[in-house]
Structures are given as C-alpha cells and as structure tokens.
C-alpha cells in the first residue's frame, strides 16, 4: 500500500486555484469547525502561531476526520521540525524565511527520504505510515510530499528565480507583511513599491511552472491575485475572523 495521494499537490501542480484559512489559534475544535466549511486547505499556524507537535497532532486528526487537506507552517526549516511534522502524517509544509536558493534546497532535502533527501527513517512508529499499516510508505512518501517555502524578504525578491527553479519545491509563498517590513514599509504591505515586488515574484514564480501563493483577509482583492496567476490563496484566518465576529456582535447590542 502506497502513501496517500497529496490531493493539495495535484491541485496545485494542475494550476487550480486552491482557497484556503489560516489556523492560528491552535484548537482542535477550530480546526474541526474550519475543516468542515468546504477550504480546500487548512494551515496549522506553529510560526507565529502557539503550537507544538503535541497540539499540532489532534489539529490534523481533526482536519483529516473532514477530508481537509492539511499545511502546516513550521517555526524553522531546520531538518529536525519538518521530520517531526512529516512523520505526524502531514503532506504538505510551508517552510518560512527562505530568502534564497540555498535554503530551499535544504528543506527540500529535509522532507525527502534518501537519496533524494535526508529525512530520516522514523515512520514505522509514526502516525504517517498509519503506524506501519501502510507497508509502501517509505517508498512512495517522496512523491506525495509537497513543499512550499515562503520569500518574504528583499533578498528572497532578488533571489526568486533560483528560489522557483529549486528542485523539490512545489510552490513559493509570497509573505507579504514580512517584505513590506523589511522593504521600509512596516505595516503597509500595499505600498506600490511592495506591489511592484510582489506581482514581479508572481510572474516569476509561474513562469518556473510552480504555484505561487499569497495571503489577504480582503475580499476585494481574491480575483485580483487569481488574474496574476495565485493558486495558492489563503483567504483569512480563524482569529480575525472570530475577532470581527465578536466585535460585529458586541455593536449590535447599543
């Protein structure tokens, strides 16, 4: 029996556009909530996010019980937290702060079994062989693998063409309030020149045939990235959503 069929991977590497929400608040019921609203994705926020394997864990059996596909975000691209990720069962990683080639071939060679990388060998204990049930697994886990790694610095801009043409990596996610801080616009990720790089790592993202990928909590703006050519879109995230509602709520009262 082989590993799972990434069905997040085939989207992407088909170019259809894939909506997904941003989990940060680190509960299960959330998850579970957000899993059966019909995304196409969910991510597990464990960056900025207050998560750690033991809680990322009951997030995934939870998003898995609604058939929806999980993305967690690690903390670091380090080799030792994307293995723990990996054997967890997740498919599909978003790796922060690559701001070149070099860091992309380094996760990549974190999530892949050797030769093609140097994950190590851990999943006959791990939930991700469904605990050795899935006899094939180390074998075809490697294709069913999908690594995103997120440029979010003027570097990473300046870098983007080596960055896409990584061998391994699925897709480039634009994190836009990291560039626009660290291009002098702290909190104004839609300053024209923030803009002017974004659309220019888009086009160059896609043009190295991978998924390019982008966050935005305004509705006014998912066509927008669609037209440029996003396919992976997150489209909000459960504490701004659940805040607003709170809020919304709270003013309807006098």
């Not at 006899?135 to 570097?155: F, H, K, M």
């Not at 300046?158 to 801080?181: K, N, Q, R």
Request: proline share 6%; hydrophobic share 45%; net charge negative.
């Amino acid at each position: 029996m082989p590993a799972p069929r990434n069905r997040l991977k085939s989207a992407l590497a088909e170019g259809r556009i894939q909506h997904g929400l941003w989990l940060g608040l680190g509960s299960p019921t959330v998850a579970e909530l957000a899993g059966g609203a019909g995304f196409d994705w969910c991510l597990i926020d464990a960056e900025h996010g207050p998560n750690t394997v033991p809680t990322i864990l009951p997030q995934l059996q939870a998003l898995a019980a609604q058939d929806c596909p999980a993305v967690v975000r690690v903390p670091t691209g380090e080799d030792w937290i994307l293995k723990q990720i990996l054997d967890l069962g997740c498919q599909t990683v978003l790796v922060p702060l690559v701001h070149g080639a070099d860091e992309a071939r380094k996760a990549a060679a974190a999530v892949r079994y050797p030769p093609q990388g140097v994950r190590g060998m851990g999943a006959a204990l791990a939930r991700a062989s469904d605990y050795s049930r899935i006899t094939d697994y180390v074998a075809t886990a490697n294709d069913q693998i999908c690594l995103i790694v997120q440029a979010e610095s003027r570097a990473a801009i300046e870098a983007i063409d080596d960055i896409a043409a990584t061998d391994g990596v699925d897709a480039v996610f634009i994190g836009p309030a990291d560039l626009s801080a660290d291009m002098g616009y702290p909190g104004e990720p839609e300053a024209p020149e923030v803009e002017e790089a974004i659309d220019h790592a888009i086009a160059r993202i896609t043009a190295a045939g991978k998924a390019a990928g982008i966050i935005t909590f305004d509705p006014n703006r998912f066509a927008e990235y669609e037209g440029k050519g996003v396919t992976f879109l997150g489209v909000g995230g459960d504490t701004t959503i659940l805040s607003s509602a709170l809020q919304a709520l709270r003013g309807q009262i006098g």
